[in-house]
């Protein structure tokens, strides 16, 4: 499991354009390690953009993002930044999970299959290994029984979870999730939201989501974002 004292996303004067829209302003943020931190915000306001660009599934246009010291997917030299090569940023991404809104894992292969793919084919970890840190995570989500099921029969709120599991499978310190409760009815969400703060002692987690009350519920920070700006970032209870 990774330690608690590492994911530190750092975010500092970061713009994106779409074309001549300006989907993200001059953003800046620090989201210490150890914490649920939600995005908040209607629809259009560059949330999900801003997600995408701790990533590096968006290239940012103006300013950096930094994990732990680490520029995301660029390199320092001297003053000035690089862009990784395609191979280096796949690495880098893999060592951040992500969650999507619509549930993606793989229709053709059983839980516990898709839970062991990344591990082996990125991580180095034997198959063994992976089984063994599957099951354990399945624990975590409390899915274990659903092992040998496959992903396409289980309910959205378990694919879910299982999709949680999956991005924990390579022992990421960060875990961006965008949206992820949106498709889900009531009970699924709670559990998602109950797992994001079982979660947040050893996961850095960033939650986007349009809805205020799952805000207050799960997060310790609340960044509020309105076209692209940042307007309000703090504690919840503020
Ligand atoms: P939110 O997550 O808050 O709903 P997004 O980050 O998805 O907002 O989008 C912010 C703005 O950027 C919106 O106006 C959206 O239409 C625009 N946008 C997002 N992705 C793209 C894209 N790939 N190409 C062009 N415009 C985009």
Redesign the pocket.
Known sequence: MPSSHNGHISITGVSKY??R?K?LDDVSLEIPPGTVTVIL??????????LRTINHLERVDEGFIQIDGDYIGYRRKGDKLYEMKEKEILRQRINVGYVFQNFNLFPHLTVLENLIEAPIAHKQVTRKEAIARAYELLDVVGLRNKADAWSRHLSGGQQQRICIARALAVEPDVLLMDEATSALDPISTSKIEDLAMELKSEYTIVM?T?NMQQAARVSDQTAF?LL?DLVEYGDTEQ
């Open positions: 779409y074309g829209h989907a915000g209607p629809s259009g306001s560059g949330k999900s953009t801003l986007v349009h974002f692209g």
